[in-house]
Structures are given as C-alpha cells and as structure tokens.
C-alpha cells in the first residue's frame, strides 16, 4: 500500500528563466512525471491502462509558488492522494528543497475513455488507489 511517492530530481539550467528560477510551468512537468512515478508504483502504466480503455487526464491544478526554487538545487516532488471515487482521484503535491516546501498543488484527475467521455475506472485500479487513503 503506497500512502505517498517521492521523485527526486535536480534542476537544470533548461529548467531556469533568465533569473535561475524554475520557470513556473515547468513545475507542472515535476507533478506529471511524480504522478506517473505513484501510478506505476501501483503497478499500473499508460500501455495496461490504455488496454483497459481508461485514461487519467488532468482536470483542474492549484499551484501555490510560495518560494523560488533555483538553477541547480536538489528537489523531491511528493505525491499524496486526498480523495479517491470511482471517476475522480485528488493528489496534493508539493516540492521540496533540502526538507522545506516551496512549491505546492492541489491537483484533480479524471478518468476518461479514448472518446474523452468520462468513465468508471476499473475496480482493479480503483481498489488501488482507494488503498492509498
């Protein structure tokens, strides 16, 4: 049972805007990339979910830039399921340099079929995530 994930990366320059602060959308990709990491440690991926007819798309994202983060720094990206039901998952997410938090979002998936109709997920993957509250 995962509670919560951690993804760990640094930052690099292509990350930065001209000031060395990560450039405020790239932190999107940071919660994509720790949202897939949760997922597939669930023991789903994008191929066994595409093959279920169920997608997970991004519904709506609250981002919260309480500080900068910068050119070079070390940063963990946890994810926390908040709420689960069968055609809705909420995460909190928020990134951290060296244990203090900086960046923070409230994220809302949905679960589609290939049509983009909203769909029950598959009691395999829900009882998974209901698992993790």
């Not at 001209?18 to 789903?44: C, D, M, P, Q």
């Amino acid at each position: 049972m995962v509670k919560k994930k951690n993804y760990k990366t640094k930052i690099y320059y292509e990350d930065t805007d001209a000031g060395g602060i990560v450039y405020y959308a790239n932190y999107l990709k940071y919660f994509e990339r720790a949202r897939t990491e949760l997922i597939y440690s669930l023991g789903f991926n994008h191929k066994k979910l595409k093959n279920l007819d169920t997608f997970i798309v991004v519904r709506s994202c609250y981002v919260d830039y309480e500080k900068p983060i910068k050119f070079e720094d070390e940063i963990e990206v946890i994810s926390e399921f908040s709420k689960i039901s069968p055609v809705r998952i909420n995460l909190v997410q928020y990134t951290k340099v060296k244990n203090e938090v900086k960046v923070k979002a409230k994220v809302e998936l949905a679960v589609i079929d290939k049509s983009g109709k909203p769909k029950k997920m598959p009691e395999e993957l829900y009882k998974s995530f209901k698992s993790c509250i």
